[in-house]
């Protein structure tokens, strides 16, 4: 069922709670909203001003963390949006494009905010302090980060990726060979890197063994991808679920991960165009929230294993 | 005549050394340098107390060969002298080249020629030595090249650099540096204001300029300032046109901007109380120079301002003046700062696609540069490009030890910086050693006894690091050198090599370009100085006893 926020959706998160149900975050014209009823109602979380990105950590579950970037600096909670912290960043006129929070599972705490003029910021510290990090990353219009799994964290821009070795402190346009595009979404899965475009569909490379970039077939005509999931299979090849401003797509990369051959399995239409969208996996299937331009939120699963999609009602 | 009783103008004569005495007194000039620098090449480094000029104050204490060899500035008696500079000058043309290797090159040098000396002694022609050395010295050289290796990950980088300084926190920070900002960067050496080794990642780009405006950055004294929203004016212009600046100014405005960067080659007194009207706390206006100093370097490095800050630059060459500037010539960044000796820019609004069109072109072009002063240009500027700058922070007690640190730690990036662009080579004398393996398939074919006697002052010079390391670390050099032989060199670049001094020897690397310059001016040098037949030097003049 989809749900009217009545104001424009800059970015969404989903987290789970404690008893396993799913919480659905937004970030909008007039702030944070909430809902934990698979978006037929929201709650405000935070009022007091525009929201332009956000992310909830990955154990939301169990320390509550939500990082969201407003004019001028990043709030924090810790208590899964009852109350905020206001941190402020380096320049005040900075907007932020995109966030998000490593934890510390077997590597150290990492949070990244990529701002649209400013470039990007880092906490180590469960943001107390952020720090512009740019040493390196040259192109200051950041789209989209991903902190990392500890030994790589992206950074997309409007004309390629940066990628760091060193938890953010260094950026290298080269490390992943260069890529001509505007990147709009990235994820990780071990050492394979896929990056989502605005017009060129999405594209995969393996880092170890260093491969080339190939791209997904037929990824590009499903408009800018805003959500890209992974989920391993069991044997070894990977499930990669996109979701674009008109489609949502499901492919199977091979056990080798570093090459084609790459698999569509499934092509889904929207109901109504998307301007930013997240995903979650969950088991068998992959959580995927899209808002649209009017400030409707379609939550819908992909279901991997009978290639269907459903509407969640 | 004979050029001993020429006259001088100034009363000075000359003397000339030609005998066998004095040509043993040359050599002993060698070997005093020589044996000064042994004891610092390690395992465990040494270290040579100076004395200084007056002896009255504490010593100064080396632990680098370049330093020692610069110290020594003149020994007793003279012959002898004129050895030692002989060897001081060749060693410090290694080290003005590749910043290190100066020990390598000294104890080679040192072996080949005393073997050398003793081949003459015994009735060897030098002329034919020196020919068959230098013919033979190129097997060396290939060898080398085989067995160099690109330098690649982060230990690598530490035991390349703590080869080269022989301080661990140096070498862990300066390899945390490089691997992070990799080999075309900027990385500054400054002493720490904690007193600890540190460094910081930057993320701006910035050039070395002079303010041209000592009124508007009074106060500026060892402080930066920090711009916001800043407009910027990249011109190599002498600025001396109101008319120009008022349009400048109003063009800034009339953008938003909230502060005004201008570059320009010099600055009229009339512009500047333009300026200093004009400037204001909600508006500072900064004027520094047009960077670097030969004008192809200055509209280079124009372009790339005003690439990376969206500018039209107005340049001399094509013309610009006060009226042809148009309000979209202005660049802009959303920070910058301006001290009295640089200038940094960070964020700047050029378009990302021309930005990142420039470096690509750039890297395209300092891949296929051979000429190594245009390469370091090149190398720099994509450093500004790409904004990949550190500061390393050096640690130190009082100002002479911070000098010391500092000296030490640029030497020792650019060891590294040598390796990152070069490769590197087994370290602790096993490349140079290995080496002498490609000595023997000659030996078979020699047509003369000189040409059998400079192979075996080669493979003598080959094991001369290695036997120096065992001397030092009190082992037997013939044992060390054998075992290692025998290990073969997969076996030595896998595990650590023979020898065990106290402290962590695994993964000694050094820079393929030092070890080849050392060894190449080692190998001519010898070959020139075997040929020295008499010693020309000026006698001091006669001082009169009556006025």
Redesign the interface.
């Known amino acids: 069922m989809t749900s009217q926020l009545g104001d424009t959706v800059f970015d969404l998160a989903v987290g789970r709670h404690t008893d396993g149900g799913l919480v659905i975050l937004a970030a909008c014209q007039n702030g944070v909203f909430i809902s934990v009823d698979m978006a037929e109602t929201w709650s405000g979380l935070w009022l007091e001003g525009m929201a332009t990105a956000i992310a909830a950590s990955p154990n939301f579950a169990s320390d509550g963390v939500i990082i969201a970037g407003v004019y001028g600096g990043i709030i924090q909670s810790d208590d899964a949006g009852a109350s905020w912290a206001f941190r402020s960043l380096d320049d005040p006129r900075s907007l932020i494009a995109s966030v998000s929070i490593r934890t510390s599972n077997g590597s150290s705490p990492l949070m990244l905010a990529g701002s649209v003029d400013d470039g990007l910021y880092r906490s180590v510290d469960w943001g107390v302090t952020w720090r512009p990090s740019n040493c390196g990353a040259y192109i200051p219009r950041i789209t989209s980060v991903l902190a990392g799994n500890g030994q790589l964290s992206l950074a997309g821009t409007d004309v390629g990726l940066f990628v760091s070795t060193n938890d953010g402190l260094t950026w290298d346009d080269e490390l992943a060979g260069e890529i001509d595009a505007e990147v709009t979404a990235v994820a990780m899965e071990d050492n394979l890197i896929l990056i989502g475009t605005a017009l060129d569909g999405v594209y995969a490379k393996c880092m170890n063994p260093n491969q080339t970039w190939y791209q997904l077939a037929d990824s590009a005509l499903v408009g800018a991808i805003s959500a890209i999931a992974t989920v391993p299979d069991s044997d070894g090849s990977i499930r990669v679920v996109t979701v674009g401003n008109t489609h949502a797509q499901q492919y199977r990369l091979n056990v080798e991960r570093h090459s084609p051959p790459v698999h569509l399995l499934r092509t889904d239409v929207l109901p109504t165009p998307a301007v930013t969208s997240t995903v979650l996996p969950s088991g068998a299937t992959v959580l995927a929230v899209a808002a649209d331009t009017q400030g409707s939120i379609l939550p819908f699963s992909i279901d991997l294993e009978s290639l269907s999609s459903a509407h969640l009602d | 005549m004979t050029l001993s009783s020429l006259p001088r103008p100034n009363g000075y004569r000359h003397g000339v050394a030609g005998d066998e005495r004095d040509i043993a007194a040359f050599d002993r000039g060698i070997y005093a340098l020589a044996t000064l620098i042994k004891p610092v090449y390690g395992p465990i480094n040494g270290v040579v107390a100076n004395a200084g000029p007056t002896g009255r104050s504490a010593p100064e204490l080396l632990t680098d060969g370049a330093t020692i060899a610069r110290r020594l500035t003149e020994i007793e008696p003279r012959v002898e002298n004129s050895g030692a500079m002989f060897l001081r000058g060749l060693l410090w043309d290694v080290h003005r080249q590749v910043g290190d290797g100066t020990s390598t090159a000294a104890i080679v040098f040192e072996a080949m020629y005393r073997e050398g000396r003793r081949g003459i002694g015994a009735g060897l022609n030098a002329a034919r030595l020196r020919e068959h050395l230098l013919h033979h010295s190129r097997h060396v050289h290939i060898e080398l090249e085989r067995q160099c290796s690109p330098l690649s990950g982060r230990a690598a980088l530490q035991g390349l650099a703590r080869s080269a300084c022989g301080d661990e926190a140096l070498a862990r920070a300066i390899a ?1 540096v490089y ?4 080999i075309h960067s900027q990385v500054d050496v400054r002493p720490s204001r904690t007193d600890r080794v540190g460094y910081d ?5 910035y050039w070395k300029a002079h303010s041209l405006d000592d009124g508007l950055v009074r106060g500026l004294i060892g402080q930066r300032v920090e711009l ?2 800043c407009a910027i004016f990249v011109s190599d212009l002498d600025l001396d046109e109101p008319h120009l600046l008022i349009s400048v100014l109003t063009a800034a405005r009339n953008r938003g901007a909230d502060s005004l960067l201008l570059i320009g080659r010099s600055l009229s007194k009339q512009c500047l109380g333009l300026l200093a009207a004009n400037s204001s706390s909600a508006f500072p206006i900064y004027a520094m120079s047009t960077p670097d100093a030969t004008p192809i370097h200055q509209i280079e490095t124009m372009d790339d301002i005003a690439t990376i800050a969206g500018a039209v630059a107005s340049k001399q060459a094509t013309g610009a003046g006060p009226d042809s500037f148009k309000e979209n010539d202005l660049g802009f960044c ?2 910058g700062w301006v001290s009295r000796t640089h200038f940094g820019l ?4 050029g378009a ?2 021309s ?2 069109q420039r ?2 072109e750039l890297r395209v072009t300092l891949r296929n540069t051979r000429d190594g002063e245009r390469e370091k240009q090149l190398s720099l500027r994509l450093s500004r ?6 500061v390393l922070w050096i640690d130190g007690g009082t100002e002479r030890i911070v000098e010391d640190r500092k000296r030490l730690a640029e030497r020792t990036c650019r060891v590294v910086r040598n390796a990152l662009n070069n490769g590197v080579l087994p370290g602790a004398g096993i490349a140079l050693l290995e080496c002498s393996r490609s000595i023997d398939p000659h030996t078979a074919a020699v047509t003369e006894p000189e040409e059998a006697f400079a192979l075996h002052m080669l493979r003598h010079g080959l094991e001369a690091p290695v036997r120096t390391l065992a001397q030092n670390n009190g082992q037997s050099p013939g044992v060390v050198i054998t075992q290692s032989l025998n290990r073969g060199l997969s076996k030595t670049l896998s595990q650590p090599p023979p020898l065990d001094p106290v402290g962590n020897h695994e993964g000694i690397l050094d820079s393929f370009e030092v070890i080849t310059a050392a060894w190449q001016h080692a190998v001519s040098g010898v070959a020139q100085a075997l040929t020295i037949g008499a010693i020309v030097f000026p006698r001091s003049p006669t001082i009169a006893s009556a006025p």
């Not at chain 2, 990642?201 to 780009?205: R, T």
């Not at chain 2, 490009?385 to 550190?390: F, I, N, Q, V, W």
Request: net charge positive; glycine share 14%.
């Open positions: 945390d691997a992070g900002v990799g990642f930057l993320g701006d780009s916001s929203n959303r920070r960070f964020a700047g609004q990302s696609e930005l990142r470096i690509r490009l790409t904004a990949r700058s550190a």
